[in-house]
Nanobody
Framework: VQLQASGGGLVQAGGSLRLSCAAS????????MSWYRQAPGKQRELVAT???????NYGNSVKGRVTISRDKEKNTVDLQMNSVEPEDTAVYYC??????????WGQGTQVTVSS
């Protein structure tokens, strides 16, 4: 099982960025898809999560600036980030909870926000 993340890079503060993650398993095998992030010297934290029914939850630090969406046909989960801040600089990880394969992590994609 693989998760392939893309879309990271360098963005100026106030700008927007869209991350995408493609899973190599069917959406029918996935309970929840999420994005986490880890900044240098900090613990990994939840950014956003979306359930199989479409219920979403967001981390307090990104509420109102981030939208998570899921495409069940393409087995992908996207993270739209708006009004980014230097504090959003981190490695972003895609995560999948599967009833068949357990908890799966992607390789991470770097997001750097310049002030």
């Amino acid at each position: 099982v693989q998760l392939q993340a893309s879309g990271g890079g360098l963005v100026q503060a106030g700008g927007s960025l869209r991350l995408s993650c493609a899973a190599s398993i069917s959406s029918s095998m996935i309970n929840r898809m999420s994005w986490y992030r880890q900044a240098p010297g900090k613990q990994r934290e939840l950014v956003a999560t979306i359930s199989s029914t479409g219920t979403t939850n967001y981390g307090n630090s990104v509420k109102g600036r981030v939208t998570i969406s899921r495409d069940k046909e393409k087995n992908t989960v996207d993270l739209q980030m708006n009004s980014v801040e230097p504090e959003d600089t981190a490695v972003y990880y895609c995560n999948v909870e599967s009833r068949w394969y357990g908890n799966i992590w992607g390789q991470g994609t770097q997001v750097t926000v310049s002030s």
